[in-house]
């Protein structure tokens, strides 16, 4: 089961801070995000062992993907952001190492909102 917590309402330009708690083994973790009309799309993964990392190259250089895998969690760092970064910020766990696609990842926490007003 994992858990997406951190959204909210912040300026452009402004920080969050979103976590993922999982329970239970859990392989790369990565972060999507959807937009009202529009596909779910790729943010960010993380691989469980080395913490290697992959990013969309819309997020390369604001946002920063860790996790703590003494507490099962982890972590998106969101800086610079922009009204364009307005979604649902899913979490989710795949056996694939650092896959981007959806498709491959098997399980799904509940979104949490981040809005950026302009």
């Known amino acids: 089961q994992l858990q997406a917590s951190g959204g909210g309402l912040v300026q452009a330009g402004g920080s969050l801070r979103l976590s993922c708690a999982a329970s239970g083994r859990t392989f790369t973790m990565g972060w999507f995000r959807q937009a009202p009309g529009e596909e779910r799309e790729f943010v960010a993964a993380?691989?469980?062992?080395?913490?290697?990392?992959n990013y969309a190259d819309s997020v390369k250089g604001r946002f920063t993907i860790s996790r703590d895998n003494a507490k099962n969690t982890t972590y998106l760092q969101l800086n610079s952001l922009k009204p364009e970064d307005t979604a649902v910020y899913y979490c989710?766990?795949?056996?694939?190492?650092?896959?981007?696609?959806?498709?491959?990842?098997?399980?799904w926490g509940h979104g949490t909102q981040v809005t950026v007003s302009s």
């Open positions: 989710a766990a795949t056996p694939f190492e650092l896959a981007s696609t959806a498709s491959y990842y098997s399980f």
């Open positions: 993380i691989t469980l062992t080395n913490s290697r990392t």
